[in-house]
């Protein structure tokens, strides 16, 4: 479900009808914008005109050539903030809103997934956001209006990815009372910020003049303005106010003279008679209301309950004396005071005895309009924690469901333990929303508070529930510490005192001690599990969780060294997706990504690029958790097949930044990928430096766990030369992973053992743990995990594939097909490339071409050559007529003599 868009904060206020232009700062903040600057700031206290400044600038702004014939933008997005856009998942979803005015669509995929996911990855979705925004075509201002609100670490850290990255198009403007934590010294150095500050905004006495005299309707003398504007120091707000309350005066020199004094006694005195020229019912109102953010007709009704007054017609009164009131729709149904104003009513306002009431009003009327969140916080400020603590026990499951678990925790920080404590439920609902955001610590204080308010009451049905689950987010607690013996001890539990009626919660501890099967390495185990599982949820009609879960399935496979089953179950469940509907094809963004590297596995390149376009579409919409952690661990797959190692480092921070903890077992830690990649580059001493910081030794005892911790040693005591223990090591994870059936990690335990023998001179040994690596990974097509190990790997297939030519070896064609995928040599381009006594470079064989030839020049046949070679006549044909072209003749016997004319042969 998504969250729903308050469309008023998208609302562009129009300019006021009688305003005091002001061209000097029009032309600042064009000047900037038409330089190119990222960022426009326009930072001071209350009061100094920013939003009225920013509404004339927008406004100004025209499609017309200017003189030098550049173009202004002429489209804006709009977005006023307020303390709920501390939450980041809210604060971008706004900030898509306000761009969707300017494009419509934008954002959306990247709306499902922020609204699906536990823990939001942020930067990925911002990521995305900018490369949506970069196919806008034409210029455009996105606004942020009171930034000052946002005190959050996790919204500026993300305004500033933004900043720093904005598309040319974009420009940001950002209004505010104080400085937000952006890097402004950075961009100022880059002369990518334009600034406007109180010394800026502050009215120049002419400016002063006319707001007094023509827009408030005085006629001040130039003496009387200028002490009035000397007093106020150009402060907008104040100009206005004391103009207000000098309306009806007739000595209006006497006033200004007696209008002295600091900063806050000036407020509270013009506060005072502003108030003090409205009727008693309307200073009533203004005082009473001045507890709500926003305000409507009923609102504000339910909170007077006034019969003899509408809200509605105060609300437009207000709005046409001009009274600090602001529309925030064009259907002026809701409006909110000047944030100064607001400020100074409720500071007047005080404590009175029916403040209280006030609060649980609005609370009243928030709660029958379906807005808990507002709903909360006017329960919180009555002091009713019991009706506060209600509200959140109410809010907590669809909160959770659209994961909003960050805010609701937000909610109940601010109450009181003795309202949380006697609530078994509440405790519950807190320990799992700890448990949710990786704090566990919190997560098990609250969980014993739940323990000890329902003692004696378990047998209730309204808290039978609450032992099991108190159990399984136990089990989910140890699971994220990695406790492997706590997360069975209290799946277990909870299996047992979960109701036999909870098939669901039921379920999810089956699964939870399933996962912990796969931990160990008993992945047929953890299989099995997962089958009963996805046949649970069949039964229960959980279609959407059955196709989730086969991506894991395959995961499971793959370990198991089974692709072809592997690839079938993707597609089967792809098949039952389609068949199902949109809502259940993206979640299987998972299984194309699956699919695709399946296929690049096995070097079927155009099933690769199919699949993997169809993953990184439906990525945009997924709403599964870990998925910017699995395409960032592709992506640097790829990279690093590609020998881009540094992007295959830059691909594995991303993967590690986007990793959000969830039952499935880390079996390939970033940081051992990450040294692997350093070995590729020649970078031993990163390697090493892993090694010493995971106090790995070749002594270590065998288990799944850390095997590809202890591989990656391997290889790195294999770059050392320093073989001591290693084999002994690499025998002990060989004899764990076939007594456990795991042919994938069998696989990869052979080749590093095929290396190392290699590295020692052991060369017979080295060819048999290859052929022993080739017949488990023939029958499923394994190509890439070959040819990844670079050219020692590329050597030893050749010196294998020599040493079965003479004989009719099953692994012949096979061996020839992996060979085809490694990168020509830097000896082989040198000694392919013809260059005839003329110089005319020709274009040069490539290795199988040369294979080729060498047979041709034999006397074989083309069908001996594709007997021997394992290729279909047609390709050995193919492979012909490229030669010929290639050495410029016209048969056999001319390549053959042109080849030998060229030392080829």
């Known amino acids: 479900m998504s969250t729903p868009i308050l469309a008023t904060k998208l609302y562009i206020p129009p300019p006021r009808p009688q305003l005091v232009l002001r061209p000097h700062l029009i032309e600042q903040l064009n000047k900037g914008l038409l330089s190119g600057r990222q960022l426009t700031l326009i930072s001071a206290s209350a009061g100094f005109g920013k939003t009225t400044l920013v509404c004339e600038w927008i406004a100004a702004l025209t499609p017309s050539p200017l003189p030098s014939g550049d173009r202004l933008v002429v489209r804006v997005a709009w977005l006023s903030l307020d303390e709920g856009d501390n939450d980041p998942v809210r604060f971008i979803t706004y900030l898509i809103a306000a761009l969707q005015t300017i494009k419509a669509g934008l954002g959306e995929g990247v709306l499902s997934t922020l609204q699906s996911h536990q823990q939001p990855q942020v930067e990925m979705a911002l990521t995305t956001l900018l490369n949506e925004i970069s196919s806008i075509p034409d210029s455009f201002l996105l606004i942020l209006d009171d930034y000052h609100v946002i005190d959050s670490k996790l919204v500026d850290e993300a305004l500033a990815f933004l900043v720093e990255r904005l598309p040319p198009q974009m420009h940001l403007v950002i209004a505010t009372r104080e400085d937000p934590s952006l890097p402004l010294a950075r961009l100022r150095a880059r002369s990518q910020l334009t600034e406007l500050r109180a010394a800026d ?22 003496g009387d303005v200028a002490a009035l504007e000397s007093r106020t120091e150009g402060w907008i707000a104040g100009l206005q106010l004391a103009a207000l309350s000098m309306q009806g005066y007739q000595d209006t020199a006497s006033f200004i003279k007696s209008f002295t004094g600091s900063h806050r006694f000036v ?51 207000l709005e046409h004396a001009n009274l600090f009131i602001v529309p925030l729709d064009n259907e002026r149904r809701w409006y909110r005071y000047h944030h100064l104003f ?45 009706r506060a603590a209600n509200l959140a026990e109410a809010a907590w499951q669809g909160m959770e469901r659209n994961f909003q678990t960050t805010a609701w925790l937000g909610w109940v920080k601010k109450l009181p333990n003795a309202a949380i404590c006697s609530r078994p439920w509440l405790c519950v609902q807190i320990g799992w929303a700890f448990s949710d955001v990786g704090e566990t610590e919190s997560s098990e204080s609250y969980l014993q508070n739940a323990e000890r308010a329902v003692a004696g009451m378990e047998a209730q049905e309204a808290f039978k529930s609450i ?24 799946t277990e539990l909870s299996m047992q005192l979960i109701p036999e009626n909870d098939l669901l919660i039921r379920a999810q501890a089956a699964i939870t001690l399933g996962f912990t099967h796969w931990a160990t390495g008993k992945v047929e185990a953890s299989l099995q599990a997962m089958r009963t599982w996805m046949d649970d949820m069949q039964k229960l009609g959980n279609q959407m969780y059955v196709i989730a879960s086969a991506f894991v399935v395959a995961d499971m496979q793959v370990t198991l060294g089974r692709l072809g089953e592997a690839e079938s179950a993707l597609r089967r469940t792809v098949q039952q997706a389609e068949a199902f509907g949109q809502e259940a094809e993206v979640v299987t963004a998972h299984h194309h990504l699956g699919l695709a590297m399946l296929a690049y596995e096995r070097g079927d390149n155009a099933a690769f690029v199919q699949s993997m376009q169809t993953a990184a579409d439906l990525g945009q919409h997924t709403t599964l958790i870990d998925w910017p ?12 097949s590609n020998r881009e190692w540094d992007s295959a480092l830059k691909c594995l921070d991303a993967a590690q930044r986007g990793y959000v903890k969830n039952p499935i077992p880390i079996f390939q830690p970033i940081e051992a990928h990450k040294a692997r990649v350093h070995l590729k580059q020649g970078r031993l001493d990163k390697a090493q430096a892993w090694a010493r910081e995971r106090s790995l030794s070749v002594k270590d005892e065998a288990n799944y766990l850390g095997e590809y911790e202890h591989l990656t040693l391997a290889r790195t005591r294999l770059a050392e030369g320093s073989f001591t223990g290693v084999h002994e090591l690499l025998e002990g994870l060989l004899a764990l992973a076939e007594s456990q059936k795991r042919t994938g990690s069998v696989i990869e335990i052979l080749l590093t053992q095929a290396l190392v023998h290699q590295a020692q001179g052991n060369h017979s040994e080295s060819l048999a743990a290859l052929e022993r690596a080739l017949i488990l990974t023939e029958p499923e097509g394994y190509i890439r995990i070959f040819v990844n190990e670079g050219d020692v790997m590329q050597s030893l297939l050749s010196d294998f594939r020599l040493s079965i030519a003479s004989r ?21 381009t040198l000694q392919s490339k013809i260059v005839n006594p003329k110089s005319e470079i020709v274009d040069p064989l490539t290795d199988r071409e040369l294979e080729i030839l060498r047979l041709i020049a034999a006397g074989h046949s083309n069908a001996e050559i594709g007997q021997q070679l394992y290729l279909a006549l047609s390709t050995v044909k193919g492979h012909n007529l490229r030669i010929f072209n290639k050495l410029q003749a016209q048969n056999r016997t001319e390549a053959v003599a042109r080849a030998r004319e060229l030392g080829l042969l």
């Open 201 to 222: 905004l502050q009215f120049t006495p002419a400016e002063a003049t006319e707001f007094l005299n023509r827009v408030m309707g005085l006629n001040l003398s130039d």
């Open 267 to 317: 407020l509270d005195y013009l506060i005072e008679e502003v108030l003090g020229q409205q009727s008693e019912k309307i200073q009533a109102f203004l005082l009473r209301t001045s507890i709500l953010e926003r305000m409507c007709g009923s609102l504000c009704d339910a909170v007077l309950l006034d019969q003899s007054t509408s809200g509605q017609v105060i609300l437009e009164q």
């Open 342 to 386: 607001g400020d100074l009513l409720r500071q007047r306002l005080g404590q009175p005895r029916e403040l209280p009431e006030y609060h649980l009003r609005a609370s009243t009327w928030y709660e029958t309009n379906a807005d808990l969140a507002q709903a909360f916080h006017h329960a919180l400020a009555a002091d009713d924690f019991e």
């Open 467 to 490: 032992p099991g689950n108190i159990a399984l987010i136990r089990a989910g607690n140890a699971q994220i510490e990695g406790n492997l013996t706590e997360t069975v001890r209290y």
């Open 629 to 640: 952690h699995r395409w960032n661990l592709a992506q640097a797959r790829l990279k690093e």
């Open 808 to 828: 009719a070896h099953p692994l012949l064609g096979y061996v020839n097909r992996i060979l085809d995928f490694f990168p020509q040599s830097a000896e082989a």
